[in-house]
């Protein structure tokens, strides 16, 4: 389970606060400094931060717009190429933009005296070099800047960087996961101030008030030395503000009907008139209904019972949310932190994705309902846009999960032979037709809702162990059934 050495209250962001009591001001470790040194002689301001951060911002929008057109140029095929030299005149055009950005940094941070006049300012190498000055500016304001990762081998690039507000940190985290002592840091951020790509392309497609099309709670510090988790409560309050609490009575009617009589998923499969694809959609996004509110039922009944308020539910929401995400973001920073000179490969990165859902169905911590759920939404996801889903690394990886998970459904509550009645072939035909991407039969997903916590439990726990057993033969050659922690004394 969870034990906190240290942890930090949060100062500015008083509406999120920590699920847990007991939270004491942390201080940074033998010979560790919590931020990096700000600059001496003058003290730098809050406005002297944002106006960084601002420039920052200008100054990696322009780098970016020069990656994107060489990424398009290198897309263009044998018939475009006769519009190779408009491309080719926009590329220019934009370095030059970017090398104007990045000299308006630099000069910006010459004035605050945190580094010394002169130095490139072009826009391949001068942002990179740039980085350390300006976190040195933003860290004492509470902001980190960071490089966003989801597992082994993600690349530290100008597209994977952010910037976020730093609400609390947490150090030296530990987390048990069948036998596995796990060791990290956590940085809960109440806010992104500045997106990766993938996040700025999820904030382009949702309109306004909406959640995030694609939802990262919680993900790994590709920048941190130390295995770091960053825990984006902002994203979890914009889903409860947009998506649970305003579903919330449907939510809980659903759970409701399909515990009284899990077979009712089957007639949503078959209902007539009704596009299989359709129905598929239908029974996955109730299915998840179910699990979700196994998973966030209890904290309903509570907060119904002290007759909280709107605000008041919302924080404890965002810190239950939080902490169940905790545990698969930390089994994947420590897997990720292992596998980092091994030279990563897909099947290595798809490896670590599955050990780390499995630690969150299996932890004595982890979350097995709220596990279900999120593959209920990202197969329901894949049926509305298989596009979409191709483009988080991921999905496949939490895909073949779920095959896993409907196979242990159907191995425990087996389909009786013989039992069909008269006429009741189209229906058959209907519920054994295998779901898209998955491969298992949509008859299954009724097996799935009769699964208990302690048979999901068991079952996360059996396969993080194959899992985590190869990511260690991978690393180490070492015995998969030896004690083990995540890190030797010496790396600590």
């Not at 949310?321 to 930390?330: G, H």
């Not at 169905?361 to 990202?378: I, Q, R, T, Y």
């Not at 242990?408 to 037709?433: H, I, K, M, N, Q």
Request: proline share 6%.
């Amino acid at each position: 389970m969870h034990r906190a050495a240290r942890s930090v209250l949060p100062s500015a962001f008083a509406l999120l606060v920590a699920f847990s009591a007991g939270c004491t001001p942390a201080q940074p470790r033998d010979g560790e400094s919590s931020r990096p040194p700000a600059r001496t002689g003058t003290r730098i301001t809050a406005d002297d931060a944002r106006g960084t951060l601002e420039a920052f911002r200008r100054a990696l929008s322009a780098s970016r717009d020069v990656l994107r057109l060489v990424e398009r140029l290198g897309d263009e095929s044998d018939a475009a190429a006769s519009a190779a030299g408009s491309q080719i005149a926009s590329l220019d055009a934009a370095r030059r933009r970017a090398t104007l950005a990045n000299a308006e940094l630099r000069d910006a941070l010459v004035e605050l005296e945190v580094i010394e006049q002169g130095g490139a300012t072009t826009e391949e190498s001068g942002l990179v070099e740039l980085l350390a000055p300006v976190e040195r500016v933003l860290a004492p304001h509470d902001w980190i800047v960071f490089y966003t990762g989801d597992g082994p081998g993600a690349r530290r690039s100008l597209g994977s960087l952010a910037v976020g507000h730093v609400a609390w940190r947490e150090l030296d985290r530990t987390l048990d996961v069948d036998g596995d002592t796990l060791r990290y840091d956590v940085v809960h951020l109440d806010g992104i101030e500045i997106g990766d790509f993938l996040h700025e392309r999820a904030a382009a497609a949702a309109g306004p008030g909406d959640a995030p099309s694609i939802f990262r709670p919680a993900f790994i510090d590709a920048s941190a030395e130390r295995r770091r988790v960053i825990i984006d409560r902002s994203a979890i309050a914009a889903v409860g503000r947009a998506s649970f609490f305003p579903r919330l009575d449907r939510i809980r009617a659903t759970a409701e009907e399909l515990e009284r009589s899990p077979e009712r998923l089957l007639d949503v499969l078959t209902a007539p008139g009704v596009a299989p694809e359709v129905s598929l959609v239908d029974a996955l996004g109730r299915a998840g209904h179910l699990f979700r509110w196994r998973s966030l039922g209890p904290l309903v009944a509570e907060l119904d019972e002290r007759r909280l308020g709107p605000t008041q539910r919302l924080e404890r929401f965002v810190s239950t949310y939080a902490r169940f995400e905790e545990v698969r973001a930390a089994v994947t920073a420590v897997l990720s932190a292992q596998l980092a000179d091994a030279e990563p490969t897909p099947e290595d990165q798809a490896a670590v994705a599955r050990a780390a859902l499995w630690a969150q169905m299996g932890a004595e911590d982890g979350d097995p309902w709220g596990a279900v759920a999120g593959l209920l939404a990202l197969t329901r996801g894949a049926q509305l846009d298989p596009a979409a889903a191709r483009v988080d690394p991921r999905a496949r990886a939490f895909l073949d999960v779920f095959a896993e998970v409907l196979d242990e459904a159907a191995r425990l509550f087996p389909r009786p032979s013989g039992t069909s009645e008269p006429g009741e072939g189209e229906r058959e035909a209907g519920v054994d037709r295998p779901i898209p991407g998955v491969g298992r039969p949509a008859r299954t997903l009724s097996d799935l809702l009769r699964l208990d916590s302690d048979r999901l439990r068991g079952l996360g726990c059996k396969w993080y162990r194959r899992e985590r057993a190869g990511v260690t033969k991978r690393t180490h050659d070492e015995d998969p059934d030896t004690p083990r922690t995540s890190e030797s004394d010496e790396d600590r």
